[in-house]
């Protein structure tokens, strides 16, 4: 007896836009038209996790960082860290220690100014439903100048924090096994702290819009990939938000604690990876909860829900009231990532202040080594949440095995689990689709700021299609893995 298979139809967004690299959404629709399923597939192969094998362990922190042009300062830092345990470097001096963390705080800064103003803010200025052509960075220039050129000059200021810690603006060299490779000068010091207290009224400022944004439509984010999850961060050991070191913290849905102040060299023992045949990109999972429930959310929002506060006062005061709104509780909604984001800027300007006024950073003490290791991890809270780096050497310095569990892996699950809940409330049942309603399906994606080109590599097979095809064009042969394509393998 034959059983004939419901009919599906599938929709594409190709690409997603306003994020960081190639990726595409594929919405699978039933006969009446509900939405039976959504995915989000990374779509583009880039394969560093292989071809750094061979390069010296003091390459690592220069080379990965050409994973992306928008964090490279995130993947430098984490490789300098992973490499600090592989060269004995267990406490660093302070000079380096402050010298890295102002540079990240530089780079939080920049590229959480650049999300918001740039990527984020036409949606939340001009609203969802907003024609294609008016939902852009041009539109908010013309229609909200003052606010456009705060963005501009934010993100400014943050690249040259790293311009004078990394010696370069995008893919720098200063974070070096066991330290850094140059202080900072009076001339710089001062030349940053002309800048300071401006930014500080403009990233108050920045809070404040996301904020309202949150509060005034707060009926819509209640509604919009609101979801239950765990979420994932380092944090400070009394506590306290720390971008830069801490141990792993996890927490349910509830608040309560799956596992914390992990030491993250024993990362493996906590998290585990798998692959899925329709994306270049893994999906991790907390080994205690197993696959099905294990997944968990990274990033501003998790960071904040997992800390118990902010050690710089304006960012404090603003956490409080952050996490009011839901009585204390773990706050799940997506569209709240703004909100949360904006208050790490507010944070990292902070920061970056405190930094600039402590003489450490003149010090001459740049580099410390000790008894070399042949297997390090470096962990860092990157602009979009904890960033993994672990890599393996052997005797001749040589890297033999290298992994990346980036912020956007991390929330593979729960960007999935976004657009499924996005598509379904608003286009299921709807006889015609419109391209506002697709833009919903990419705000809820935007709303995890993803950098879908850190994101690009695989487990597994190559994922490489070779096809054989007879002189009249007929194919004989295909060896394709469907990696990437919108329906798996039968």
Known sequence: MNIDKPKTRIVEIEPVTRVEGHGKVTIHLDDDNNVAEARLHIVEFRGFERFIRGRLLWEAPVIVQRLCGICPVSHHIAAAKAMDVIVGADVLPPTAEKMRRLMHYGQVMQSNVLHFFHLSSPDLLFGFDAPRGKRNIFNVIKEFPDLAKQ??????????????????????????????????????????LQDIEQMKVWAKGAVDVAKRYTLEHLSQVEQFANFNSSHLSLVREDGALDLYHGGLRATDAAGNIIFDHVNYQDFNDYIMEEVRPWSYMKFPFIKSRGALDGWYRVGPLSRLNNVAFIDTPMANAEHKEFRALTHNKPNHMSLAYHWARMIEVLHCVEKIHELLLDPDL?????????????????VIEAPRGSLFHHYKVDKNDQITYCNLIVSTTHNNNGMNRAVTDVAKKYLS????????????VEVAVRAYDPCLSCATHALGQM?????????DGTLVHSNSQHMGQGIPPD
């Open 463 to 471: 994922p490489l299609t070779v096809e054989l095809f007879d002189a």
């Open 362 to 378: 003149q010090g001459a003490d740049l580099r410390v080594t000790g008894e070399r290791r042949e297997e390090g991890v470096g």
């Open 151 to 192: 963005g501009v000059l934010m993100r400014k200021y943050g690249q040259e924090v790293i311009l004078h810690t990394a010696g370069k603006k995008i893919h720098g060299t200063g974070a070096i096994p066991g330290g850094i490779n140059k202080n900072l000068s009076l001339q710089e010091r001062d030349l940053l």
């Open 429 to 440: 049942g709807k006889k015609r689709i419109t391209e506002g309603m697709l833009n919903h």
